[in-house]
């Protein structure tokens, strides 16, 4: 079944589409720049005021100002769309007073970036009013605390800084991202096979020669094959993409990121990531045994479709606040821990035994649940039935028993 599944056109193209969708990630910004213009912003300033506005005004790749006074050329300039855009600085009873002119209206992103330029300026503007030179009013605004955790609990776990909190919750994000994907793409393929399989009869010819549990074995080992080799293949691009681009500057980036956020977070995630496939595996397999044809497959995956849906948006909850008791509940739920959990080990600051508490969790229910999937499957995958999927489990029940 391995290699049957490896030569199928479905795997092959969607593990091509992963490595299209990974490259256009990683060369975003050269592929932007074919299709968009990124020519800098041409912004003359006008300064009718007693503060010193080039400093702040200054030019970058995006933006070039320029400092020119006030005449009709550079209006004649604006029109002939030579510049894109004049701002007039001045005062008026006591405040900052700015006037955009433009001739073409400015995007949105260069709109925002102009008034915060001018938000700051204005903040300048306050503080000198207070008799201090403008570097001065820059330095105060631009002063940071130098802030230390320090917990004086020895017993408890050491506490997070909040970049590392804040690198936790984008890791797990994408960790999120990834388990839903894969789970949706397996826990659909392995359904449909068994059901696909079932509803052309050629499960009662196979069954002849192997056992139902030999069977069911041989789709889960087959599929989560499948699902390791599209891992190794799509990382095994990205490796390659971080390590041996740009000099290997954005590998340098990864692993300090890998470093803010600890290698046993990657340990814990690898380990709730194939936990979970293997859960739903076994539940898609069970699934693809109860319908009589593929047509009723979607139809049985519902209910571990809206459990996924669940776990998924409580994790996309947690991006704002990771600390709320309904994240807490669910990183324990077997079914939503492989995207739950890793949020809290990477954005909060948990004990070392709640982590290994829900993957024993997990663990168990994978245990249990493929157990109590194989007697079933043995029952049902030769059992045909209509209605909803409560009657066919009661059919199966009354075929079996």
């Known amino acids: 079944m391995y290699k049957q599944k490896l030569r199928q056109k479905s795997f092959i193209l969607m593990t091509l589409l992963y490595i299209v969708i990974t490259a256009v990630v990683m060369y975003w910004s050269e592929i932007k720049s074919i299709f968009i213009n990124d020519e800098s912003l041409q912004v003359a300033l006008i300064n009718e005021t007693s503060v010193e506005l080039e400093s702040i005004f200054s030019s970058n790749d995006d933006i ?10 550079i209006y004649k300039e604006l029109e002939q769309e030579k510049i894109d855009a004049v701002v007039k600085v001045s005062e008026e009873n006591q405040n900052l007073k700015a006037n955009i002119i433009t001739y073409t209206p400015l995007k949105l992103t260069d709109q925002s970036t102009i008034s915060s330029l001018i938000e700051y300026s204005a903040k300048i503007y306050g503080i000198q009013q207070l008799d201090i030179t403008a570097k001065e009013a820059e330095l105060l605004l631009e002063s940071e605390p130098i802030i230390i955790n320090t917990n004086l609990n020895e017993k408890a776990a050491d506490g997070k800084s909040e970049d590392e909190k804040q690198s936790g919750i984008w890791a797990s994000y994408f960790v ?8 949706m793409t397996f826990l659909s393929m392995i359904t449909t096979d068994v059901a696909s399989e079932k509803g052309s009869r050629a499960l009662e010819m196979l069954l002849v020669s192997v056992k139902p549990s030999t069977h069911f074995q041989a789709k889960l080992i087959g599929v989560i094959l499948i699902a390791l080799t599209q891992f190794a293949i799509i990382f095994g691009v990205l490796y390659g993409f971080l390590r041996f681009t740009d000099g290997g500057v954005k590998w340098e980036m990864v692993k300090t990121f890998v470093n803010e956020i600890s290698y046993s977070y990657v340990v814990y995630v690898a380990l709730f990531l194939l936990l979970t496939i293997f859960l739903y595996l076994i539940m898609g ?7 009589s044809k593929v047509e009723e497959a979607s139809q049985v995956m519902t209910p571990a479709i809206l459990v996924l849906l669940v776990g998924f948006y409580v994790m996309i909850s947690g991006i704002g606040n990771p600390d709320t008791m309904l994240i807490k509940v669910f990183s324990y739920i077997p079914f939503t821990s492989g995207m739950v959990m890793p949020m809290r080990i990477g954005a909060t600051d948990i ?3 709640e982590p290994i508490i829900s993957l024993l969790v997990l663990f168990i229910t994978m245990v ?25 489990i009661k059919t199966v029940f009354k075929v079996t028993t």
């Open 64 to 73: 070039v100002f320029t400092y020119p006074k006030e005449t009709e050329e």
């Open 176 to 183: 999120g991202i990834v388990i839903y994907i894969f789970l």
């Open 285 to 291: 397999a069970l699934f693809g045994s109860l319908v």
């Open 351 to 353: 004990s070392p035994i």
């Open 368 to 392: 249990v649940a493929y157990l109590i999937s194989l007697s079933f499957y043995k029952r049902s995958v030769l059992t045909y039935s209509t209605g909803g999927i409560i009657q066919k």
